[in-house]
């Protein structure tokens, strides 16, 4: 048997590395200079952009929903959002891992208990795995898509479990220091969809150092201290309760209204700062923190099934076509680097594959004149009777993604190429994201700290951004490409899986499936009030060590 830090940690401590080199921290505290000891007390006032849409951990990476889970939930392990290293939490210590990463043997604490009092044990940590690895149809409750090859957990004795896998799963520890991990009690995993959903915020239930009180649906969610709590984990600034009473999780929707708020100091804390506004905050008592997500970059994914982009020289024009510099210098900030591949340049297994996405209209026209489409009488180009318009989702919970489709409206236009943009609330475009013939250009990102980040994203049984599976006929379109996002999940050694994911990135890159345009922070614009503001690895926040300054 060999101790997990003894093998991917080496990676893991790598890629944070290249993240601190290139000034960027997840886990920095808002403002250089604390203003003194940390003060017990006081409701911390947070605004989001949208509403949560569920409290299931694993369908936490929803930011809104994240932002809440991270906080009324332990995990097995721990990720320091800084170093990336994992650490032990409600495990005791680092599990055993046995050769080919199929079996993980956890120690765990016995002195944790859940909100409503009952107590977190062996058997209450196998019931969670195994609804998270598995899921439930019956219950409509979706498996963790951080979990991969899952088979079943094992209760060895009362401080020990062990989870056994159909095939190697190198990414689990990983996994388990994840908010799609987030442990809960008996009652709340007995819950079915709905019961994870608005209206039941009380009842979702978990160990963490706040306990959901108050929910006025979609509009405020309150957070209460636990008294009791003293089990975080070891890398945390101090122990004991959180120093928060609580927290008020505020929808406000509009930009303007957010930023307003917290600039004129009526509120703490906003989530996702428009860039234009970021000046805003270089105020007196005012700051900005931009913390990376460490994942899979925000990107234009291109479904190719679609009979308009089923040609790669369509899409290699596309490519062409977008002046992704362009956009990021006229939309953003320096909090937005321009991307070079897939993944972020601190993610687990980063390439730079930014040779296939060069600015290069002349060339564009070329390719789609080769490809046989030529100008109708209104400009736009057509093949077989057919126009080339292609329709982009308005990701939402991405940065000004309107404005940025807009843009490439425009610049695809002078091609020939006509964009349309769907737009429709979060429950309208999730719905159109699953059809082709509606959404051909599905605009995304996903952060996690780990190689299966890009397995995350693409893969059939997954996210499926690019529709490469069809669920009419339960096939996919291409099966080379599942199989390359599988062994990213499956190699057994990190070196092994930097390989696997090197290789699908390249055919990604290669068959122009994607354009990467930046990497995508979270940015929260705070007030001088807040100390001791963190995320975690992928920048939903961290309230256990935040503190006001009143």
Request: proline share 5%; net charge negative; aromatic share 8%.
């Amino acid at each position: 048997m060999s101790r997990i830090r003894r093998t991917a940690l080496a990676a893991l401590s790598l890629a944070a590395t290249t993240a601190l080199l290139a000034g960027c921290s997840s886990g920095a505290a808002a403002g250089d200079a604390p203003a003194g000891d940390p003060v017990t007390g006081g409701t911390l006032s947070y605004l989001e952009p949208q509403a949560w849409t569920t409290l299931y951990p694993p369908a936490g990476g929803f930011y809104p929903n994240g932002g809440i889970v991270n906080n009324i939930t332990d995990r097995l392990l721990y990720q320091d959002p800084q170093t990336l290293e994992l650490e032990p939490w409600i495990a005791s210590e680092l599990p055993e891992v046995n050769a080919d990463a199929t079996e993980y043997t956890f120690k765990l604490r016995d002195d944790v208990t859940y909100s409503d009092g009952t107590p977190l044990t062996a058997e209450n940590v196998v019931k969670n795995l195994d609804l998270y690895g598995k899921g439930d149809a019956d219950r409509a409750l979706t498996p963790s898509e951080a979990i991969n090859n899952y088979d079943h957990g094992e209760v060895v004795d009362a401080k020990t479990v062990k989870f056994h896998f159909t095939a190697p799963s190198p990414g689990f520890a990983q996994a388990v220091s994840t908010i799609n991990s987030g442990l809960v009690s008996d009652a709340t995993l007995d819950l079915d969809s709905e019961g994870f959903g608005p209206g039941s915020a009380t009842e979702v239930i978990g160990s963490g150092p706040f306990v959901i009180s108050e929910e006025k649906i979609g509009t405020e969610t309150g957070l209460t201290v636990r008294e009791d709590y003293d089990w975080a984990p070891a890398a945390a600034a101090h122990d004991g309760r959180a120093y928060l009473d609580g927290i008020t999780y505020t929808v406000a929707g509009e930009n303007s209204v957010r930023v307003g708020t917290v600039v004129a100091k009526q509120a703490d804390v906003a989530r996702q700062i428009p860039a234009p506004d970021e000046p805003q905050f270089a105020g007196d008592g005012l700051s900005i923190l931009a913390a990376p997500t460490n994942g899979v970059t925000n990107s234009l994914n291109f479904r190719f099934t679609n009979d308009l982009l089923d040609d790669i020289k369509v899409r290699q024009a596309i490519i062409a076509g977008i002046d992704r510099a362009k956009i990021v210098d006229t939309l953003f900030t320096d909090s937005y680097p321009l991307a070079t591949g897939a993944l972020a340049t601190a993610a687990l297994g980063y390439v730079d594959t930014s040779e296939y996405y060069e600015f290069n209209p002349k060339r564009a026209a070329e390719l789609l004149s080769e490809a046989g489409w030529k100008p109708g009488s209104d400009g736009v180009l057509e093949k077989d009777g057919k126009r080339l318009s292609l329709t982009f989702n308005e990701a939402l919970p991405q940065p000004r993604s309107k404005e940025v489709v807009t843009l490439i409206q425009e610049q695809l236009g002078e091609l020939g190429i006509e964009v349309n943009l769907f737009s429709g609330d979060q429950a309208a475009q999730t719905a159109a994201s699953l059809d082709p013939d509606t959404v051909q250009v599905y605009h995304s990102m996903v952060g996690r700290a780990d190689y299966d980040v890009l397995k995350s994203q693409y893969f059939s049984t997954n996210r499926n951004t690019l529709l490469n599976y069809n669920t009419a006929t339960g096939k996919n379109a291409d099966q080379e490409l599942d199989d390359l996002l599988a062994k990213v999940a499956s190699e057994p050694t990190a070196d092994k899986r930097a390989a696997a994911s090197e290789a699908a990135q390249r055919y990604l890159a290669e068959n122009a499936y994607i354009l990467p345009l930046f990497e995508e922070p979270q940015v929260y614009g705070l007030t001088d009030t807040v100390q001791g503001f963190a995320t975690e690895s992928v920048g939903r926040p961290s309230f256990y060590s935040t503190w006001l300054n009143r």
